[in-house]
């Protein structure tokens, strides 16, 4: 699949950037950092702390330029001349977990930018024990410390699957057996109830961005449409709250790991 060769250091770590971030994670003991990378230019008291916090922990430390910083980072205004790459031992690229045993079920972020969504359902799908959560690199918000902060630190250890897009995810996963459906609905699209929809042995549920749902391109590659029922009188529910009830469905259904295994399952 092309998303073999796509493989990308950001399908390995999550990167934080910003002096105060960059600290808390050192003075964890319980992750595992790969690096960090300080400005040539920053200076002060708290790049000082992180060269020893990082010193105590034999983390290695490497200087690049202030542009190169705010490039790795991916944000030109909060990096604040330090980032630092977080080993995240559950995060690989989708191509490899689709080899040997594919994880069933799946969750796939289609077009959810805002971070507070992307953490929170990472933390609810977590906690739910799936087996993964399809992350693309392109048209979902960047894996960062807002994510994080929403999960409430759960990004560092969630099962997430990483590839280029969306559309390339649904591909792949109709390739290998996947049933996908969409989760939402389409004028003149029958849609099933989520508590009724059948679950065979692979099944990913797609959940779209905030504004306008899940894209059309993946759409036309769903098996079909699957709703949450809604007897009040509300339209709609925020992405991250539909994904709960889709994840803990899952739960009620018996169709999701237990954590151990989740873990074992989803290792590198």
Not at 108 to 135: C, E, H, K, Q
Not at 181 to 186: D, I, S, T, V
Not at 218 to 245: F, Q
Request: glycine share 8%; aromatic share 4%.
């Amino acid at each position: 699949m092309g998303d073999k060769q796509a493989t990308s250091p950001k399908d390995r770590f999550l990167t934080v950037y910003g002096r105060k971030p960059v600290l808390e994670v050192l003075d964890d003991p319980a992750l595992d950092i790969d690096k960090v990378i300080v400005a040539d230019t920053a200076r002060g008291p708290a790049v000082d702390d992180i060269r020893r916090a990082a010193r105590a922990r034999a983390v290695p430390v490497r200087s690049a330029s202030a542009h190169r910083v705010k490039v790795l980072a991916g944000n030109g205004k909060q990096d604040q001349g330090v980032l630092a790459d977080i080993v995240a031992p559950r995060m690989r690229p989708l191509s490899d977990a689709l080899e040997g045993t594919p994880p069933s079920p799946l969750i796939v972020l289609d077009g959810i930018t805002t971070p507070a969504n992307v953490g929170m359902i990472l933390r609810s799908a977590t906690a739910a024990g799936v087996a993964g959560v399809v992350v693309p690199r392109r048209g979902v918000a960047a894996l960062d410390p807002l994510v994080v902060k929403a999960s409430a630190g759960v990004a560092f250890r969630a099962p997430v699957l990483r590839c280029a897009s969306a559309e390339e995810a649904a591909e792949s996963l109709t390739e290998a057996g996947y049933t996908v459906y969409a989760l939402g609905a389409r004028p003149g699209a029958p849609a099933t109830t989520l508590f009724d929809v059948p679950l065979p042995s692979r099944v990913a549920f797609v959940l779209g961005g905030e504004t306008h749902g899940v894209s059309e391109a993946v759409a036309n590659l769903a098996a079909g449409w699957v709703s949450i029922p809604m007897p009040g009188d509300v339209e709609s529910l925020n992405v991250s709250a539909a994904a709960a009830v889709v994840c803990f469905e899952l739960v009620r259904r018996g169709r999701c790991l237990s954590p151990a295994l989740g873990h074992d399952q989803l290792a590198p």
